[in-house]
């Protein structure tokens, strides 16, 4: 009589980001504090804190904008800036850094449009020398994504010409241009008149929707209560709380993460 065959666990998922220790100082000020973070595929990420907690600059590590002085930042099981010898971490050269960093989409609270480039212009720029497509290719997608996020008709204007939530809409259809596997908003309404807010965030409503992995920095509590799968509360360089948004928006633990939401509630 022959043994029952079984069938081996299946091995745990990669993490689409995972960050491990993560610690950053400027001058003599410790910014981050041995962040530990998982980010799944799929998933949404709202960071949430008082400003000077170390948001931004978390974002700006995993896509080594700013490099971590301790720990590692890894997307889809490979390190971001870095590669490993033994127990030793080595920075990249800049044409490597540059490649990984086409696959991890990066949208700003002030845009960072290039003034002097038409709306399709900025959007295919990337595409066209970074990744070497074809201009004609890169215009057809470039077209298709605005019309995604309800600009098809600016294709010819220029930043200036464009209110703040078109220009914030115009950056995040040229982070997308690049097709990247991850996409980081660092406080992408911030800079934006209170009308304009609820077309940014529809537009990432949408994204979430259709299961882009992101990770968004902001002081959105209702948008973070409505899209995020998970909510991170950090303070003084540190994750403080994280959980599902009713359990950290409504049912916080922690002391400061309960002062911070009677604040912005």
Excluded: C, W
């Amino acid at each position: 009589m022959s043994a029952a065959l079984t069938t081996p666990p299946a091995a745990p998922a990669v993490p689409k980001v995972e960050l491990r220790g993560v610690r950053k100082s400027f001058g003599s000020t410790e910014v981050l504090r041995g962040v530990d973070l998982d980010v799944a595929a799929g998933e949404v990420t709202v960071v949430l804190g008082p400003s000077g907690s170390g948001k931004s600059t978390l974002l700006r590590t995993i896509n080594h904008l700013e490099k971590v002085d301790g720990g590692s930042v890894s997307v889809d099981g490979t390190l971001v800036g870095y590669r490993r010898s033994g127990n030793k971490l080595y920075e990249l050269r800049e044409r490597e850094i540059l490649r990984r960093r086409t696959r991890i989409g990066f949208v700003f609270q002030n845009f960072h449009l290039f003034p002097h480039l038409t709306v399709l212009e900025n959007i295919t720029e990337a595409p066209v020398s970074a990744l070497r497509r074809p201009r004609r290719e890169a215009e057809e997608a470039a077209r298709k994504l605005l019309d995604r996020v309800g600009l098809a008709d600016k294709e010819t204007a220029y930043p200036k010409q464009l209110s703040g939530g078109q220009q914030q809409r115009v950056a995040i259809a040229r982070a997308l241009a690049l097709e990247p596997g991850l996409l980081l908003f660092d406080e992408p309404t911030s800079a934006l008149d209170p009308e304009l807010v609820g077309e940014v965030l529809d537009v990432i409503r949408d994204l979430a929707d259709g299961g882009t992995t992101m990770i968004v920095v902001t002081h959105e509590i209702g948008f973070a209560r409505e899209v995020a799968d998970t909510v991170v509360f950090m303070d003084e360089g540190r994750i403080v709380e994280r959980g599902t948004p009713a359990e950290v928006l409504d049912n916080p633990v922690h002391e400061r993460t309960r002062a911070f939401l009677s604040k912005v509630l």
